[in-house]
């Protein structure tokens, strides 16, 4: 079976068409799919940090709107709360 020259240039145009997706494919979007991994994780870690400052907020109002009924609870740190915030009110 022999191929025509016309349906050959078509062949060829349509793997020259699809080419640069694969190209894209192989060497792009796996950087792409990196950078937004890392920009996601950036995003959460500062809403994290922004939502325990909001919450240690509310939390000391409840403390000083409570008077004395919360002294004792004052001395107690929630443990989600310990290791976001020193980061949280230095960066924000």
Same mark, same amino acid.
């Given at each position: 079976?022999?191929?025509?020259?016309?349906?050959?240039?078509?062949?060829?145009?349509?793997?020259?068409?699809?080419?640069?997706?694969?190209?894209?494919?192989?060497?792009?979007?796996? =950087?792409?799919?990196?950078? !937004?991994? *890392? #920009? %996601?994780?950036?995003?959460?870690? &500062?809403? /994290?940090? =922004?939502?325990?400052?909001? !919450?240690? *907020? #509310? %939390?000391?109002?409840?403390?000083? &709107?409570? /008077?004395?009924?919360?002294?004792?609870?004052?001395?107690?740190?929630?443990?989600?709360?310990?290791?976001?915030?020193?980061?949280?009110?230095?960066?924000?």
């Amino acid at each position: 079976m022999k191929i025509s020259i016309k349906n050959y240039i078509i062949l060829i145009l349509i793997l020259f068409t699809l080419l640069p997706f694969v190209a894209l494919r192989i060497i792009a979007y796996p =950087k792409i799919q990196s950078d !937004l991994k *890392t #920009v %996601i994780m950036d995003n959460l870690e &500062i809403v /994290g940090k =922004k939502q325990a400052v909001q !919450l240690l *907020t #509310v %939390i000391e109002t409840i403390y000083t &709107i409570g /008077g004395g009924l919360f002294k004792p609870l004052q001395k107690v740190t929630p443990i989600f709360l310990k290791s976001s915030l020193t980061l949280s009110k230095t960066s924000i």
